[in-house]
């Protein structure tokens, strides 16, 4: 939340990612999970989580507008 918000609209230097497609935000997910996507600390967050809660992670932060 820190970095993103909880509206997925982030302030700072931060990414926005709400409304992006869920697809997309999922790849991402995936990605930083597995090692294939480095960054500062997606990787250690996306490990924490099933394949099947990053889903319904992306799916949330795509359904904000």
Avoid: N, V, W
């Amino acid at each position: 939340m820190a970095c993103h918000g909880p509206d997925g609209r982030a302030e700072g230097t931060g990414l926005a990612i709400g409304g992006r497609p869920a697809k997309d935000l999922l790849d991402k997910l995936l990605g930083y999970k597995s090692g294939q996507l480095k960054g500062t600390i997606m990787q250690q967050h996306a490990k924490g989580y099933s394949d099947e809660e990053l889903a319904r992670i992306a799916d949330h932060f795509s359904a904000l507008k």
